[in-house]
């Protein structure tokens, strides 16, 4: 099974940008969706977005217009591009797959 690492994460000031990773040990060209997704301390996981093998993207309310979903099937990595970020944006995030194991995430903190 193809198993998924995040990276990309650190702290940032409200209003900045960040680029997340998650890279694919196999082909991720035939894995209908990839999702990121991101669970806030005392909270429950969350998605964020997810995109389809054709490209079709879905994103949550909470991140539509600052977030953009991608995919390079050729290297294999799924891409969240973070803008105009808040500090509620500050959580872990996770990237997976249906019926994928949930990796270590990588943590994104917004804050001055």
């Not at 309310?61 to 944006?89: C, H």
């Not at 872990?92 to 019926?99: A, S």
Request: hydrophobic share 35%.
């Amino acid at each position: 099974q193809v198993q998924l690492v995040e990276s990309g994460g650190g702290l940032v000031q409200p209003g900045g940008s960040l680029r997340l990773s998650c890279a694919a040990s196999g082909s991720i060209a035939s894995i209908y969706a990839i999702g990121w997704y991101r669970q806030a301390p005392g909270t429950q996981r969350d998605l964020v977005a997810f995109i389809t093998s054709i490209g079709s993207a879905v994103y949550a309310d909470s991140v539509k217009g600052r977030f953009t979903i991608s995919r390079d099937n050729a290297k294999n990595t799924v891409y969240l591009q973070m803008n105009s970020l808040k500090p509620e944006d500050t959580a872990v995030y996770y990237c997976n797959m249906v019926g994928g194991s949930w990796g270590q995430g990588t943590q994104v903190t917004v804050s001055s």
